[in-house]
Protein backbone atom coordinates (compact mmCIF):
# COMPACT_ATOMS: atom_id res chain seq x y z
CA UNK A 1 0.00 0.00 0.00
CA UNK A 2 2.14 2.72 -1.49
CA UNK A 3 -0.27 5.47 -2.03
CA UNK A 4 -0.22 8.35 0.27
CA UNK A 5 -2.35 9.01 2.57
CA UNK A 6 -4.41 12.01 2.71
CA UNK A 7 -6.68 13.44 5.79
CA UNK A 8 -9.24 16.43 5.56
CA UNK A 9 -9.01 17.41 9.21
CA UNK A 10 -9.90 20.54 10.97
CA UNK A 11 -7.79 21.67 13.85
CA UNK A 12 -9.89 21.89 16.72
CA UNK A 13 -11.98 18.73 15.36
CA UNK A 14 -11.80 15.65 18.17
CA UNK A 15 -13.14 13.24 15.46
CA UNK A 16 -10.34 14.69 13.02
CA UNK A 17 -7.91 14.68 15.97
CA UNK A 18 -8.97 10.99 16.73
CA UNK A 19 -7.42 9.69 13.75
CA UNK A 20 -4.54 11.74 13.86
CA UNK A 21 -3.43 10.27 16.90
CA UNK A 22 -4.39 7.07 15.47
CA UNK A 23 -1.75 7.48 12.30
CA UNK A 24 0.54 8.25 14.57
CA UNK A 25 0.53 5.49 16.54
CA UNK A 26 0.70 3.53 13.54
CA UNK A 27 3.54 5.38 11.99
CA UNK A 28 1.90 6.39 9.26
CA UNK A 29 2.83 9.45 7.41
CA UNK A 30 0.00 11.48 5.95
CA UNK A 31 -0.26 14.77 4.10
CA UNK A 32 -3.16 17.24 5.80
CA UNK A 33 -6.01 19.20 3.87
CA UNK A 34 -7.13 21.76 6.28
CA UNK A 35 -10.98 21.84 6.12
CA UNK A 36 -12.10 25.02 8.18
CA UNK A 37 -15.46 24.45 9.89
CA UNK A 38 -16.11 27.88 10.80
CA UNK A 39 -14.68 30.19 8.12
CA UNK A 40 -16.74 31.72 5.17
CA UNK A 41 -20.11 29.63 6.45
CA UNK A 42 -17.77 26.34 6.81
CA UNK A 43 -16.10 25.01 4.35
CA UNK A 44 -17.48 21.75 5.11
CA UNK A 45 -20.17 22.91 3.04
CA UNK A 46 -19.15 23.92 0.01
CA UNK A 47 -19.37 21.37 -2.78
CA UNK A 48 -16.01 20.36 -3.19
CA UNK A 49 -15.45 19.50 0.21
CA UNK A 50 -19.60 17.12 0.02
CA UNK A 51 -17.85 15.24 -2.85
CA UNK A 52 -15.47 14.37 -0.57
CA UNK A 53 -17.73 13.30 1.81
CA UNK A 54 -21.64 13.88 1.46
CA UNK A 55 -22.25 14.26 5.25
CA UNK A 56 -19.97 17.51 5.22
CA UNK A 57 -18.09 16.45 8.50
CA UNK A 58 -14.35 15.55 8.79
CA UNK A 59 -12.21 13.54 9.07
CA UNK A 60 -12.07 12.30 5.78
CA UNK A 61 -9.21 9.80 5.07
CA UNK A 62 -8.12 9.53 1.21
CA UNK A 63 -5.74 6.54 0.45
CA UNK A 64 -5.04 6.14 -3.22
CA UNK A 65 -8.43 5.65 -4.98
CA UNK A 66 -10.39 5.09 -1.68
CA UNK A 67 -12.16 7.41 -0.05
CA UNK A 68 -12.85 6.84 3.65
CA UNK A 69 -15.39 8.55 5.96
CA UNK A 70 -16.64 8.57 10.12
CA UNK A 71 -13.07 8.34 11.93
CA UNK A 72 -14.16 5.15 13.97
CA UNK A 73 -14.50 3.47 10.69
CA UNK A 74 -11.39 5.13 9.58
CA UNK A 75 -9.24 4.18 12.83
CA UNK A 76 -10.68 0.30 12.11
CA UNK A 77 -9.15 0.95 8.61
CA UNK A 78 -5.88 1.31 10.02
CA UNK A 79 -6.01 -1.03 11.96
CA UNK A 80 -6.66 -3.44 9.03
CA UNK A 81 -4.24 -2.76 6.87
CA UNK A 82 -1.58 -2.08 9.15
CA UNK A 83 -2.15 -4.41 11.58
CA UNK A 84 1.10 -3.64 13.82
CA UNK A 85 1.60 -2.24 16.32
CA UNK A 86 -2.20 -2.71 17.16
CA UNK A 87 -4.39 -0.57 18.32
CA UNK A 88 -6.42 -3.56 19.87
CA UNK A 89 -5.42 -6.07 22.41
CA UNK A 90 -5.35 -9.56 21.44
CA UNK A 91 -7.79 -11.23 23.57
CA UNK A 92 -11.51 -11.01 22.64
CA UNK A 93 -12.86 -9.78 25.86
CA UNK A 94 -10.23 -6.91 25.86
CA UNK A 95 -10.87 -6.04 22.42
CA UNK A 96 -14.71 -5.57 22.96
CA UNK A 97 -13.83 -3.45 26.24
CA UNK A 98 -11.40 -1.78 24.35
CA UNK A 99 -14.39 -0.90 21.80
CA UNK A 100 -17.24 -0.13 24.37
CA UNK A 101 -14.78 2.46 25.56
CA UNK A 102 -14.34 4.11 22.48
CA UNK A 103 -17.84 4.21 21.22
CA UNK A 104 -18.60 5.61 24.76
CA UNK A 105 -16.97 8.60 23.72
CA UNK A 106 -17.68 8.45 20.07
CA UNK A 107 -20.98 7.54 19.99
CA UNK A 108 -22.96 9.12 23.23
CA UNK A 109 -20.70 12.34 24.39
CA UNK A 110 -18.87 13.45 21.46
CA UNK A 111 -21.91 13.68 19.05
CA UNK A 112 -23.64 16.10 22.01
CA UNK A 113 -21.42 18.69 21.62
CA UNK A 114 -20.14 18.54 17.97
CA UNK A 115 -19.99 21.96 16.30
CA UNK A 116 -22.97 21.40 14.34
CA UNK A 117 -25.35 20.96 17.17
CA UNK A 118 -23.96 23.77 19.54
CA UNK A 119 -24.62 26.19 16.18
CA UNK A 120 -27.96 24.15 15.69
CA UNK A 121 -28.35 25.56 19.36
CA UNK A 122 -27.18 28.80 18.68
CA UNK A 123 -28.86 29.58 15.79
CA UNK A 124 -31.78 28.02 15.46
CA UNK A 125 -33.01 27.51 19.28
CA UNK A 126 -31.07 30.54 20.25
CA UNK A 127 -29.70 29.41 23.33
CA UNK A 128 -27.06 31.99 24.44
CA UNK A 129 -23.57 31.15 25.06
CA UNK A 130 -24.04 30.33 28.61
CA UNK A 131 -26.51 27.58 28.39
CA UNK A 132 -24.86 26.33 25.02
CA UNK A 133 -21.48 25.59 27.13
CA UNK A 134 -23.91 24.44 29.99
CA UNK A 135 -25.58 21.78 27.53
CA UNK A 136 -21.94 20.60 27.17
CA UNK A 137 -20.60 20.01 30.68
CA UNK A 138 -23.95 18.02 31.25
CA UNK A 139 -23.11 15.82 28.73
CA UNK A 140 -19.65 15.69 29.02
CA UNK A 141 -19.79 14.88 32.64
CA UNK A 142 -22.90 12.32 31.92
CA UNK A 143 -20.05 10.47 29.79
CA UNK A 144 -17.09 10.99 31.62
CA UNK A 145 -18.80 9.44 35.12
CA UNK A 146 -19.49 6.05 33.19
CA UNK A 147 -15.85 5.83 31.25
CA UNK A 148 -14.68 6.53 34.58
CA UNK A 149 -16.09 3.65 36.21
CA UNK A 150 -15.68 1.16 33.50
CA UNK A 151 -12.02 2.50 33.53
CA UNK A 152 -11.80 1.59 37.57
CA UNK A 153 -13.86 -1.68 37.25
CA UNK A 154 -11.09 -3.58 35.30
CA UNK A 155 -8.95 -6.52 36.74
CA UNK A 156 -5.71 -5.37 35.13
CA UNK A 157 -4.34 -2.33 35.37
CA UNK A 158 -1.76 0.16 32.87
CA UNK A 159 -1.14 3.40 32.38
CA UNK A 160 -3.49 3.24 29.89
CA UNK A 161 -7.33 2.60 28.72
CA UNK A 162 -5.84 -1.13 28.24
CA UNK A 163 -2.59 -2.04 29.75
CA UNK A 164 0.77 -0.57 29.24
CA UNK A 165 -0.06 0.19 25.42
CA UNK A 166 -2.21 3.27 24.21
CA UNK A 167 -5.09 2.40 21.64
CA UNK A 168 -8.35 2.60 20.28
CA UNK A 169 -9.71 4.10 23.58
CA UNK A 170 -7.05 6.23 23.95
CA UNK A 171 -7.64 7.32 20.53
CA UNK A 172 -10.64 8.65 21.26
CA UNK A 173 -10.62 9.59 24.92
CA UNK A 174 -7.76 12.19 24.72
CA UNK A 175 -9.26 14.73 22.23
CA UNK A 176 -12.43 14.25 24.47
CA UNK A 177 -10.86 15.43 27.18
CA UNK A 178 -9.37 18.57 24.98
CA UNK A 179 -12.95 19.31 24.37
CA UNK A 180 -13.82 19.03 27.94
CA UNK A 181 -10.97 21.27 29.37
CA UNK A 182 -12.42 23.86 26.39
CA UNK A 183 -15.53 24.68 27.76
CA UNK A 184 -14.56 24.14 31.66
CA UNK A 185 -15.60 20.70 32.43
CA UNK A 186 -14.13 20.17 36.12
CA UNK A 187 -11.74 16.86 35.90
CA UNK A 188 -11.51 16.56 39.50
CA UNK A 189 -14.17 13.82 39.64
CA UNK A 190 -12.30 11.47 36.98
CA UNK A 191 -8.48 10.91 38.58
CA UNK A 192 -8.48 7.79 36.12
CA UNK A 193 -9.50 9.97 33.02
CA UNK A 194 -6.57 12.17 33.83
CA UNK A 195 -3.91 10.47 34.82
CA UNK A 196 -4.35 8.16 31.30
CA UNK A 197 -4.83 11.64 29.61
CA UNK A 198 -1.22 12.83 31.13
CA UNK A 199 0.39 9.19 30.25
CA UNK A 200 -0.64 9.74 26.30
CA UNK A 201 0.23 13.10 26.19
CA UNK A 202 3.55 12.11 27.27
CA UNK A 203 4.14 10.11 23.85
CA UNK A 204 5.29 11.69 20.93
CA UNK A 205 2.35 10.36 19.03
CA UNK A 206 -0.30 12.37 20.56
CA UNK A 207 1.71 15.25 21.37
CA UNK A 208 1.78 15.92 17.36
CA UNK A 209 -1.89 15.27 17.26
CA UNK A 210 -2.39 18.15 19.93
CA UNK A 211 -5.12 20.53 17.74
CA UNK A 212 -2.11 23.09 18.35
CA UNK A 213 0.16 21.72 16.45
CA UNK A 214 -1.47 21.49 13.35
CA UNK A 215 -0.42 23.53 10.41
CA UNK A 216 -4.04 25.18 9.96
CA UNK A 217 -4.30 26.31 13.81
CA UNK A 218 -4.09 29.81 14.45
CA UNK A 219 -0.97 31.20 15.47
CA UNK A 220 -0.82 31.99 19.23
CA UNK A 221 -2.62 34.68 20.35
CA UNK A 222 -4.99 35.45 17.48
Known sequence: MT?????????RS????????GLNLKGLSYDTVPVHLVRDGGEQHQPAFRNANPQGLVP?????????RQSMAILEYLEDAWPSPSLLPFDARDRARVRALAQA???EVHPLNNL???????????????????????????????????LVDHPSTGRFC?????GLADCCLV??????????VDMAP????????????????FDAARPENQPDAPAAGT
Open 162 to 166: EGESP
Open 3 to 11: ERLQLYSYW
Open 116 to 150: RVLQHLERVLEVDAEGRDAWVRHWVDEGFRAIEAM
Open 14 to 21: SAAYRVRI
Open 105 to 107: VAC
Open 60 to 68: VLKHGSRTF
Open 190 to 205: YPTIERIEQACLALPA
Open 175 to 184: PQVYNARRFK
